[in-house]
């Protein structure tokens, strides 16, 4: 039985006879050919040299004459900039020279979601704060580093702030990559380029260095970055701006957890509540939500722990003392706190906590019923 049709484009290489389950319909060298190909044969993909002069022209035409062909990128060389661009065209997947039989059948297979085996996926755990400046991305940061610790493996964190995130600042780096330069169609090996490893065995995705870059990435682009990040890290943190849209609805469903770091004060707790009713309506599974009271100090706070349990119905999962000082300083340093600091420790047992707990059931669309729809490396 004959396999699915390719269209080779401006390649020459034997590997092309051994990819079991295809067959070559056509081999193009000129755009003309290309087009022959594309109005004529039902193809299901076609292969195309990217260290040729007008390959990314040719990409867009490609989608211009048929929007569903798929597209396998070939490079010469490690460029990382040239990888974004062909993404940024439409390339679904990129394989490099010289070409691998295998190599090649994984990323067709990936590109036309035919992957034999099955991908196992790092746990993902999102934070959201109940207020402003309620410390959530400080929470974040240490989460990920405290499973990191726990779990003997490395942790990816994601900054989903695309506005104004904080994260590469808290470790005092300036990547020279970020999530726009991996939220198009990028895949593992692009992943490997973008993400800048810290010696913390933390694995950074940072925000947009331009806040409109940010506007450009919308909710399946943010499920693309959570997957490919997933399938590459055991773990995966992800700090949320105080807001709800698409983008960050399309993050809490992909999580088997979300953290709310909520004050002691009126409206942190009342916000808490709001929030945990509006995720309960639109179908989020209860267990899958857990409250962190952060910045606690015994007899100052008016409100009692009890008063957010009793406003969310659950008992809170962790309580972080305030040591507002030693952490201000430690953030403003680029240098995290020493694991003696009463504060790492309650973070490192609500980590602790989260590794033993089965993951949430999944959860319904609530991005629909909300009506809401939105249109790495090294350091520098």
């Known amino acids: 039985m004959p396999g699915k049709k390719l269209c080779v484009h401006n390649l020459d290489d034997p590997v092309f006879e051994a ?3 295809y ?3 056509a081999f193009t060298c000129g755009r003309q050919e290309l087009r022959t190909a594309l109005t004529s044969s039902d193809l299901a993909a076609v292969i195309i040299d990217l260290d040729t002069p007008d390959a990314l022209d040719t990409i867009v035409e490609i989608h211009e004459i048929n929007a569903s062909t798929t597209v396998i990128g070939v490079l010469g060389e490690n460029d990382v900039q040239r990888c974004i661009a062909a993404q940024r065209a439409g390339c679904s997947q990129l394989t490099s020279k010289p070409l691998n039989a295998d190599d090649l059948l994984v990323a067709l297979r990936q590109a036309l979601n035919e ?4 991908i196992e996926l790092g746990r993902s755990i999102a934070v959201i704060g109940s207020s402003g400046g309620s410390g959530a991305t400080t929470l974040a940061c240490y989460l990920a580093m405290s499973l990191a610790d726990l779990s003997k493996s490395s942790v990816a964190i994601v900054d989903v702030d695309f506005e104004f995130g904080t ?3 808290l470790w005092d780096v300036n990547p020279r990559y970020t999530i726009a330069d991996f939220a198009g169609n990028g895949d593992g090996l692009l992943l490997e380029e973008v993400v800048l490893e810290l010696p913390c065995g933390i694995g950074l995705l940072p925000r947009p260095k331009q806040i409109e870059e940010g506007q450009a990435i919308d909710e399946a682009r943010m499920r693309h970055v959570i997957q ?3 399938s590459a890290y055991p773990h995966l943190v992800m700090d949320l701006p105080r807001k709800l849209d698409a983008v960050t609805g399309c993050v809490i469903q992909e999580s088997e957890k979300l953290i709310v770091v909520v004050e002691l004060t009126v409206v942190g707790i009342y916000n808490a509540g709001r929030l945990n009713e509006t995720l309960t309506r639109f179908g989020i599974p209860p267990e899958t939500v857990e409250f962190v009271v952060n910045r606690y100090r015994k007899n100052v706070h008016s409100l009692s722990v009890e008063s957010l349990e009793n406003t969310v119905g659950k008992k809170v999962l962790g309580v972080v003392p305030n040591h507002y000082k030693s952490i201000l300083e430690a953030n403003d340093m680029g240098q995290p706190v020493s694991g003696k600091n009463p504060v790492r420790k309650a973070i490192s047992d609500i980590a602790s906590k989260l590794c033993r707990v089965e993951p949430g059931a999944s959860s319904g669309s609530w991005i629909a019923n909300l009506g809401l729809h939105l ?5 520098a």
């Open 19 to 21: 990819l079991e389950g």
């Open 23 to 25: 067959e070559v319909a």
């Open 115 to 118: 992957s034999t085996e099955p």
């Open 167 to 169: 994260v590469a600042k």
């Open 228 to 230: 490919a990040t997933r």
């Open 375 to 379: 249109g790495a490396n090294k350091d």
